[in-house]
């Protein structure tokens, strides 16, 4: 974990995902109550997959809008 916030490439990575993280977070923590350890780790990681692809869709859309302008 030290190697990876230190490494400034990393650390702009765990940066990057960190909105993700936490909406992933919530969600899991409200909605996933499988009774199974398994079960909800492998819906969470599915979950801040499908988070995280819809917003780097979403920040390349608001880029291109902003080349635009």
């Known amino acids: 974990m030290y190697t990876l916030i230190k490494n400034p490439e990393l650390r702009n990575g765990l940066v990057s995902e960190a909105p993700s993280l936490a909406v992933s977070a ?15 780790c492998v819906a969470f990681l599915a979950t801040w997959f499908a988070v995280s692809y819809l917003l780097t869709v979403a920040r390349s859309l608001l880029a291109k809008r902003a080349q635009k302008a």
């Open 26 to 40: 919530v969600t899991a923590e409200m909605i996933y109550k499988f009774h199974s350890f398994t079960a909800e």
